[in-house]
């Protein structure tokens, strides 16, 4: 069969995998390819088992898969092919050098950029699909314009909007797409191509056009204000802790406000996933980097205040756990950085963890999909570590549950029987305030909240 264009993805990850499947899907008529050095995560997309789990996607990769949808390590060959070139590849916050903690690592994507090259033989559109930090692109430009075979290649940014566990529904019916380009003729003609595949599904208001640097600035900003309203309701919910304030009625309430609005105000034990902290850290870094101290400490704070969070769940456990957990077995009720998702990245439940470990706790870890990436989180420092599908096993003989993911798994669970196999007096910590906290303390839990009173018997 003969498709109208050949669309290509580099990176076949929690960004490439769900967003060129849902291309694939609206647009029957362009072959779609994912390429990814990693031979295993490209048979798993291969497989009935694929690498990430996402709800919808499995239905969407097998309408598609072995038609227009098509899954390999042959980047050369893909590369060659493509006329359109979505670079998806990790870029995480450098662990060395300049920026160390801060900054973006951008090795992969200049690998990439010269990869590109050296596979390509005639003009391609590049489109930035990895968060970058603002004026990435320039120095992409930079290296792929020093091609000496007379390429042009016209760069793109097309940054991803879409949250984990809701990704599909997302692509597919998203509250924007934004793309930026080079306000040159050649560069809006770029950016109309890539308009013209989101057209497929989604109206033209829904589709923004600006310049690259917004473009790339947008995402990181979103993601910013996103974070800073979960920081914000957390440092709240620590003062309800002390008062009789009650935080879900005070995010209720302030929410109301349609100037608000409800959404990103749940309190809880902190913020996780691969964004947030990331896209945070590097607005900080490029603030400073530009002397806006001011602006740089005003961001970095809600990076800090999640750090407290997280800090602050587990030094009340122990507090109140007689100020002692050593030797005690704890039940960890999710370790997913969110509900709907195996991702761990950034996982509040990391930091909770490590730090029980620290106190010599035992620690039982349930989740209902995110085991296999525990395993390789806490990999070298798990010996007091199990893993356990079954959430009944993992509180059975333990004196605590820390709850630390929203999973819906959690809200319908026997907890008579499981309040029954614990140690006494049972604890539970609840992070996401997602239980029923009236019934467990009558079945005879003592119920730490986030904030709002703690139920306890004694
Ligand atoms: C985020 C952005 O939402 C998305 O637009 C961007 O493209 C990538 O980063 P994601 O990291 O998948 O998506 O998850 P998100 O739903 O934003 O949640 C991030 C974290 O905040 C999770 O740990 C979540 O549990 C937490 N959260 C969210 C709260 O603690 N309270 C809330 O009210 C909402
Ligand atoms: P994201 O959440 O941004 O999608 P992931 O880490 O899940 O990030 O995915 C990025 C993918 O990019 C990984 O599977 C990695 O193997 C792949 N990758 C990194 N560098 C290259 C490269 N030069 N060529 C092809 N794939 C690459």
Not at 97 to 116: F, P, R, V
Not at 185 to 211: F, P, R, V
Not at 249 to 255: L, P, R, T
Request: include cysteine; glycine fraction near 6%.
């Amino acid at each position: 069969m003969k498709f109208e264009k050949n669309i290509l993805c580099i990176g076949a990850g929690y960004v490439g995998g769900p967003t060129m499947s849902v291309i694939a899907l609206k647009c029957p008529e362009y072959k779609v390819t994912v390429v990814d050095i990693n031979k295993d995560r490209i048979n798993q997309w291969n497989s009935d088992n694929l690498p990430i789990y996402e709800p919808g996607l499995d239905e969407v990769v097998n309408s598609c898969r072995g038609k227009n949808l098509f899954f390999t390590t042959d980047v050369a060959n893909g590369i060659k092919e493509a006329d359109i070139i979505f670079v998806s590849v990790n870029t995480p916050t450098k662990t060395f050098g300049e920026g160390a903690g801060m900054a973006s690592d951008l090795q992969y994507w200049e690998k990439t950029a010269h990869e590109i090259i050296e596979h390509s033989d005639r003009d391609k559109i590049i489109v930035e699909k990895s968060t970058l930090p603002v004026r990435t692109a320039e120095a992409l430009d930079k290296i792929l314009s020093s091609n000496e075979k007379g390429i042009n290649f016209e760069i793109v940014s097309n940054p991803e909007f879409l949250a984990e566990g809701t990704a599909i529904k997302d692509l597919i019916d998203g509250d924007r797409v934004l793309i930026g380009s080079h306000n040159t003729e050649a560069g809006l003609k770029a950016a109309k191509a890539i308009s013209n595949i989101y057209a497929h599904w989604m109206t033209d208001e829904k589709i923004l056009t600006t310049n690259l640097w917004s473009s790339e600035l947008t995402k990181l900003v979103a993601n910013a204000f996103l974070a800073q309203r979960i920081s914000s309701v957390n440092s709240i919910s620590a003062l309800c802790e002390k008062t009789d304030a009650d935080i879900s009625e005070i995010s209720y309430a302030v929410g109301k406000d349609s100037r608000i609005g409800s959404k990103f105000l749940n309190a809880s034990v902190g913020f996780g996933g691969s964004c947030f902290r990331k896209d945070i850290l590097n607005l900080v870094y490029i603030a400073r980097s530009y002397g806006l101290i001011e602006v740089a400490d005003y961001w970095e704070m809600v990076i800090k205040m999640n750090e407290y969070q997280e800090t602050r769940f587990v030094n009340k456990m122990v507090k109140e756990m007689f100020n002692t957990v050593a030797d005690k077995k704890i039940a960890v009720f999710g370790f997913a950085f969110k509900a709907n998702t195996g991702d761990t990245r950034e996982s509040p439940a990391i930091v909770i963890i490590k730090k029980l470990l620290e106190e010599r706790a035992n620690i039982a870890i349930t989740d209902p999909k995110a085991l296999k990436n525990a395993r390789l989180d806490l990999e070298g420092i798990d010996q007091n570590v199990s893993y356990e599908p079954d959430p009944y096993k993992a509180a059975d003989g333990s004196s605590a549950i820390a709850l630390a993911t929203e999973w819906d798994e959690f809200k319908d669970l026997d907890y008579k029987r499981i309040y029954d196999s614990m140690k006494k007096p049972a604890f539970i910590f609840d992070g996401r305030n997602i239980l029923n906290h009236k019934e467990l303390f009558d079945i005879g839990f003592n119920v730490y909240p986030i904030g709002k009173a703690s139920l306890t018997h004694f």
